[in-house]
């Protein structure tokens, strides 16, 4: 274990510090050899697609892209560590939970489907027929199936989401949780009623040709480490990047680029971002308003003194409405207040509306900062507004770009991974398989967790992921879904979710990304579809971790057959003999896929068109909508002058809920994830000096304790009445409550807290 210690980082991102932290992976995970031939066939014409995120890819077909957080993807799935039934004859469920996270992760790949046992509190081996059969018996028993939950984590392929949704649909329910719902469904919600569409406008190549990159809340270098290069080589051809984060994030500042050898062996680096402005945390709608206020006056000036104006009117008068209100809006919206709310300057803002405005073409990136917030769907269309009012949407080298997380977290939802599906995708599928699906909007992650505190579910499957640690309020949600009938997680690695469980219990382990997938018509691929809407083939190489498992389709085939017995329409083996005959049927109810199987054979794969990329706008009125956000940010709770707004963040050294070490190397801390973040003046204010130790607990309204304990304070360059620390250690803080309405999205970068020293001293 690394010794616990705090110190900057000084080095740029990237460089040698990524290629050490990958080869120290590989090694932790016992896969020099393999991990690295693995890795030259990742994102390869012929090769699979990274499990990492979904930024896309130079069409498929360049040279091998070094990626450290690709990589220790990769060498977590392709481990020669194994999770076999010896481990688990060995260590009780009750043992286990005392167990950190990553401890649990680091058994390794599960061998064999487990089904646990009360008398013994411990998973036992059981047949994949009998696993089947008793999912088949307790989803029967229910009286009706919406009292069971469907949860899909979005590494899933198309193929396997659309069986998923066909059989849950035919079983009768819409009760869709998915990580979408705890993501960027502020996106898929908010973007619509400003755009007609819920996903980005951009491809990749229109990086190359943009003037002015706007980054809210996202953290590249981390999270998104292939999207460096695009941003490098903006950089380096004098695109203005300005990036608006509480943390002056290492990536966001100097990039060293492991492709690159003459910065790797001249110990040079490529500065990023012109400027970084620490934006306190919920401020970006001040921001936005700021800069929008700035560039309306600048327009009215200009257009006064018959100078060219600032605004596009010919594309705002022809494209959208709503525009007077907004800029009523702005002009009453005074400068005090945004200056307070968004923790910057005007001058900091008219800098940035100053590098807007030059632009001919600007990108607005954006990523968790803004939509896991109370308003996250509005923040979106705050983004989607400061684009509109220069034509910045449906034109080359300019759009909005919500960066996704999950590699096929889109693609799940273009094949029907939806609670709310629409009229004409129903009749489609009614059309194609002869079963009417429900019809009644089904739950999201937030209403499934009320409904099951409620009593009223009895039974969740998950399509991969680490439900129970990625969700809020974990005293009553995870006491919840102890209280179910039945859980059932499909999964590569042994997780928390397989420890919170219910009376009956199974862990369906399934063939990771990197493995070969053959079926009775020989190896098959799977498809995805990345931030960009581009959908390719990926197919593995590996052989699988163990003979026992069985891919991600076959394993819904399965369940589906056991479950609906002699009433099912579908014929479940005919698609899981080939998974052409999917892709197929995927294009039969969703028309935009047509020529799918021959579009996916050509590398590179295809594009899924978007509307507000041509200008056409998907909207009731036709037009695209300027939309005000009323206020400039999130209300404080009332009467705790001394609260800290908390946003829960990822350490670089993590994926989601998977811890890849207790380290956190750009921002300086190792060894330790129990600390909290908060300036010298926040600390002072409250009597404490670095090191010491605290207890976060929430401002809560609803009268319940949500507390974590004995957090060392970390002394660091953050904006004045907020704090960070990790997720998911954090969740118990974040209350069910504090969810954006429109969207639903958990507030887990904005949960207003306390601190109180530590009762408990020492480490
Ligand atoms: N290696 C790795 N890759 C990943 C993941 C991972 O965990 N590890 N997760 C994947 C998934 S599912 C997702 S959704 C994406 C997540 O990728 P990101 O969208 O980058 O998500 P976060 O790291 O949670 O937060 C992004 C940034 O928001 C900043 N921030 C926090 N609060 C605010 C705020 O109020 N305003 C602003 N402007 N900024 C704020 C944080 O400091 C952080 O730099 O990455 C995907 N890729
Ligand atoms: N406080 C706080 N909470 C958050 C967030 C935050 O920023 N702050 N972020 C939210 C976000 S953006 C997201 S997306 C969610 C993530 O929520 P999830 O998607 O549910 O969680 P992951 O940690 O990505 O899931 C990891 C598990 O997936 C399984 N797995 C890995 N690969 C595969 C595969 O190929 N197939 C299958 N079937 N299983 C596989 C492994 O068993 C692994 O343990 O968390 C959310 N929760
Ligand atoms: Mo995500």
Known sequence: ???????????????????????????????????????????????????????????????????????????????????????????????????????????????????????????????????????????????????????????????????????????????????????????????????????????????????????????????SPRMMTSLRNAARRGASIISFNPFRERALERFQAPQSPIEMITLSSTAISSKLFQVRVGGDVAVLKGIMKILVEADEAARAAERPEILDWDFIRGHTVGVEALIDDLKRTQWPDIERQSGLTREDMEYAAGAYMKAERAILVYGMGITQHWRGANNVQQIANLALLRGNVGREGAGVCPVRGHSNVQGDRTVGITEVPKADFLERLEQRFGFKPPTAPGHNVVTALEAMIRGEVKAFFAMGGNFAAAIPDWQATQAALRNLDLTAYVATKLNRSHLVHGRAALILPCLGRTEIDVQASGPQSITVEDSMSMVHASGGRNKPASEHLLSEVAIIAGVAKATLGERTVVDWDDFVADYDRIRDAIEAVFPIFQGYNARIRVPGGFHLTSTARERIWATPSGKANFLVFAGCGEDPPQGDPDFLWLTTIRSHDQYNTTLYSMSDRYRGVFGQRDVVFLNEYELKRRGLVDGDRVDLITASTDGAERIVRNFRVVAYSFPTGCCAAYYPETNPLVPLYARDPLSFTPSYKGVPIRLVRSAATGE
Not at 110 to 129: C, F, G, I, K, Q
């Open 1 to 223: 274990m690394t010794t616990k210690s705090v110190r900057p980082y000084r080095e740029p991102a990237g460089g040698w510090g990524a290629l050490k932290a990958l080869s120290e992976a590989l090694l932790v995970q016992r896969v020099p050899l393999k991990g690295a031939a693995t890795l030259s066939r990742m994102n390869q014409p012929e090769g699979f697609d990274c499990p990492g995120c979904a930024w896309p890819d130079p069409k498929h077909t360049s040279s091998f892209e070094f990626c450290e957080n690709g990589g220790k993807a990769v060498a977590w799935e392709a481990t020669s560590k194994r999770c076999t039934p010896e481990f688990f004859a060995e260590h009780t469920v009750t043992e286990l939970t005392s167990w950190n996270d990553y401890d649990l992760e680091m058994v390794g790949r599960l061998t064999h489907p487990m089904a646990y046992d009360a008398a013994s509190d411990r998973y036992l081996p059981v047949e994949w027929s009998d696993a089947f059969d008793m999912i088949g018996r307790e989803l029967r028993a229910l009286p009706d199936p919406n009292m069971a939950e469907f949860y899909t984590s979005g590494r899933t392929s198309n193929e396997a989401a659309f069986l998923y949704q066909l059989f849950v649909r035919e079983y009768g329910t819409n009760n869709f949780p998915d990580c979408s719902n705890m993501c960027h469904e502020a996106t898929s919600v908010g973007l619509p009623y400003s755009l007609g569409v819920g996903k980005g406008t951009v491809l990749l190549e229109d990086f190359d040709k943009a003037d002015c990159i706007f980054i809210f809340g996202q953290n590249p270098g981390t999270n």
